[in-house]
């Protein structure tokens, strides 16, 4: 069984930074891309940041020059940093991983952490 755990997240006024984490646990042979996607409410859940194995990111316009996707291998995390934060950050964030177990190569979610920027 694997599970991704997010922390990080909370409220924070506009223009302020938060730092999003996202720890695989259980039986993980290896990591492919991992990222980060959220979901506003009324709205469907959009890609925010992604990063390969290898390191090589990609970014949503929305959040280019604000948000940094990082990933620390030994530890199985992925983060999400996020500076000067704008009310329409406001939103559920989910990170989502790539991962090969026993079974195969599988897609995993985490629970999801609520990120609100507002005055």
């Known amino acids: 069984q694997v599970q991704l755990v997010e922390s990080g997240g909370g409220s924070v006024q506009p223009g302020g930074s938060l730092r999003l984490s996202c720890a695989a646990s259980?039986?993980?042979?290896?990591?492919?891309?991992q990222g980060w996607y959220r979901q506003a409410p009324g709205k469907q859940r959009e890609l925010v940041a992604t990063?390969?194995?290898?390191?090589?990111?990609n970014y949503a316009d929305s959040v280019k020059g604000r948000f940094t996707i990082s990933r620390d291998g030994a530890k199985k995390t992925v983060y999400l940093q996020m500076n000067m934060l704008k009310p329409e950050d406001t939103a559920v964030y989910y990170c989502?991983?790539?991962?090969?177990?026993?079974?195969?190569?599988?897609?995993?979610w985490g629970q999801g952490t609520q990120v609100t920027v507002s005055a």
């Open positions: 990063i390969s194995s290898g390191g090589s990111t």
């Open positions: 259980g039986r993980i042979f290896s990591i492919n891309a």
């Open positions: 989502n991983a790539v991962i090969a177990n026993p079974g195969g190569w599988n897609t995993y």
